[in-house]
């Protein structure tokens, strides 16, 4: 049974920082692509960062150089350090395994406000 299980939401003040993490299990975790998207209110969900089983990276134009994902193969683990953040970034964050057809987990809110 694939499991995507995200964590570290929460509300913050603009221009802080926040770290969200999805640990993962019935995968073979190493060798699958991740990512995390978003969705806002009222809009559909979008890719906010891409990480390969190799490492390489993909970001949105939106969070470039604010926003880093990385992953820890040993704890079956992707985060998401946020930093700079806007109240445009608001949003429910989900993980997702591209694995088989593809998993996502179950989401964690984001709410930026002062």
């Known amino acids: 049974q694939v499991q995507l299980v995200e964590s570290g939401g929460g509300l913050v003040q603009p221009g802080g920082s926040l770290r969200l993490s999805c640990a993962a299990s019935?995968?073979?975790?190493?060798?699958?692509?991740m990512g995390w998207y978003r969705q806002a209110p009222g809009k559909q969900r979008e890719l906010v960062a891409t990480?390969?089983?190799?490492?390489?990276?993909n970001y949105a134009d939106f969070v470039k150089g604010r926003f880093i994902i990385s992953r820890d193969n040993a704890k079956k683990t992707v985060y998401l350090q946020m930093n700079s953040l806007k109240a445009e970034d608001t949003a429910v964050y989900y993980c997702?395994?591209?694995?088989?057809?593809?998993?996502w987990g179950q989401g964690t809110q984001v709410t930026v406000s002062s």
């Open positions: 997702n395994a591209k694995w088989s057809n593809g998993y």
């Open positions: 019935g995968i073979i975790f190493s060798i699958t692509d």
């Open positions: 990480i390969t089983r190799g490492g390489s990276t």
